[in-house]
């Protein structure tokens, strides 16, 4: 959120949808759902007015994703059509995603994994409930 600021004033559209969006991850991995659809609402028209088109699908899907958690499973598959209609897939496809997500094994992450990620461009994180009280001497 402290990112905001900067792209605003920096004039950056495309930055400030960026946040907006993470904001709307995080708040959905985190469990506050409107807060979650709130910041995908606010990327939407930035990613429209750019005319970014894989921004403005990824929030339709993560809506819909929202929609989906709290039981809103209209909204949530309007959403999910709508996205894959309007970016050249067919309903025929989205009716095959589970089908072939569940058909997805091990060995063929495992081999994604070999094919497209690179130990040396990579970053390694770690998530604590809290951090260590620093000691002043």
């Known amino acids: 959120e402290k990112a905001l600021p900067l792209y605003q004033q920096a004039g950056d559209k495309r930055g400030e949808a960026h946040v907006y969006f993470r904001l709307g991850?995080?708040?959905f991995h985190t469990g506050d759902n409107q807060?979650?659809?709130t910041a995908y609402q606010m990327a939407l028209?930035?990613?429209q007015l750019l005319g970014h088109q894989l921004g403005q699908a990824n929030v339709y899907l993560s809506q819909g994703d929202v929609h989906?958690?709290?039981g809103d499973n209209q909204a949530a598959l309007a959403r999910w059509y709508g996205v894959a209609l309007t970016t050249g897939t067919t309903v025929d496809d989205v009716k095959a995603w589970p089908e072939r997500i569940r058909a997805v094994t091990a060995?063929?992450?495992?081999e994604a994994a070999?094919?497209?990620l690179d130990r040396r461009r990579s970053v390694t994180g770690y998530l604590v409930k809290e951090l260590p009280?620093?000691?002043h001497s």
Not at 107 to 110: H, K, L, M, T, Y
């Open 107 to 110: 060995e063929d992450v495992r």
């Open 35 to 37: 807060r979650a659809l």
């Open 133 to 135: 009280q620093e000691k």
């Open 68 to 70: 989906f958690r709290t």
């Open 25 to 27: 991850e995080v708040c």
């Open 45 to 47: 028209p930035l990613y």
């Open 114 to 116: 070999r094919t497209w």
